[in-house]
């Protein structure tokens, strides 16, 4: 949990505007993330070990789930960046 508050604390969370479904940017410790609520993240915890235990969620999911939406900043993202946060590809 205290993972997550840091996110928020120091900006590391933007929401993905024009896409129709609610998306984030979360900048963790060695990558920008892609996150879509209530359970998905492209970080290696959630893809190794949260898709095998129902419940369990990486600490990038859980800032998103506990930020003020009001307060987190907004983006417009081109869909080739969309991809590249997905995929980790060089942008």
């Known amino acids: 949990m205290e ?3 840091e996110l928020i604390e120091n900006g590391k969370l ?3 505007e024009g896409y129709n479904m609610d998306l984030w940017q979360v900048t963790g410790s060695h ?3 892609l996150v879509a609520p209530p359970n998905f993240c492209t970080c290696e915890h959630f893809l190794l070990r949260c898709t095998k235990k129902q419940g369990d969620i990486c600490y990038h999911l859980l800032a998103v789930n506990m930020a003020e939406r009001e307060k987190i900043p907004v983006i417009e993202m081109k869909l080739d960046e969309v991809i590249h946060l997905l995929w980790k590809t060089a942008p």
Do not use: E, F, G, S
């Open 14 to 16: 933007k929401r993905i």
């Open 31 to 33: 990558w920008d993330y």
């Open 3 to 5: 993972r997550a508050v």
